[in-house]
């Protein structure tokens, strides 16, 4: 294993920081919050501790700060209907729960937050965030008319992302072919969307 030492000093500046808050996510992924303090952080960005102190007072400050900066909504899709533009942001997501490390820093952010108010409040901001697209891709549609004006926005967002989540994080189980389309289609349907595409 290579020591701290060996690692060539983090300059300065915001790609230092960059390091550091990168270094902060890989380290939650792989030793969840019962793992993660300064020194692991520092050992993995190759920074000494006084470089992450100086920035950070606490881990708890420095976990916010990372996962502000690595929780980014997915962008917009444009391929203008409105089943092909969930199928493409769910199927989207399906391969990041599918992928390497989100699901582990995100069941560690989860239990994170459960601990700390701090955190379960950017938890909740974060997911906010994330939820934004769908969010606008449905009240595109509801202002087109291609799904009814008295749709409920946030019960839709509910039921197009939790099955994706609970699946994953709760059954321990794989996506099936077409299991995004299944969705889409379901809930469209339940919304009442009737245009074909």
């Not at 937050?113 to 934004?132: C, G, V």
Request: without cysteine.
């Amino acid at each position: 294993m290579i020591q701290e030492s060996a690692h060539r000093p983090i300059p300065r500046g915001s790609h230092a920081r960059d390091r550091v808050l990168v270094a902060a996510l890989e380290v939650l992924a792989d030793r969840g919050l019962a793992g993660f303090n300064m020194e692991a952080v520092a050992h993995r960005a190759g920074a000494s501790k006084a470089t992450v102190y100086r920035r950070w007072k606490s881990p708890g400050e420095l976990l916010i700060d990372a996962m502000d900066t690595g929780f980014r909504p997915f962008p917009l899709p444009t391929t203008g209907y409105l089943r092909s533009d969930l199928v493409e942001l769910l199927s989207t997501f399906e391969h990041l729960l599918d992928g390497e490390p989100f699901p582990r820093l995100m069941a560690a952010f989860v239990d994170a937050a459960e601990r700390d108010p701090r955190l379960k409040s950017l938890h909740a901001e974060l997911t906010d965030r994330r939820r934004e697209p769908l969010r606008g891709v449905l009240i595109g549609a509801r202002e087109r008319g291609e799904i009814p004006g008295a749709a409920d926005i946030e019960l839709a967002v509910d039921l197009l992302a939790g099955p994706l989540f609970y699946r994953h994080f709760v059954a321990h189980r794989g996506y099936p072919d077409d299991y995004v389309t299944a969705v889409v289609d379901h809930v469209l349907s339940a919304l009442g969307y009737a245009r074909s595409e």
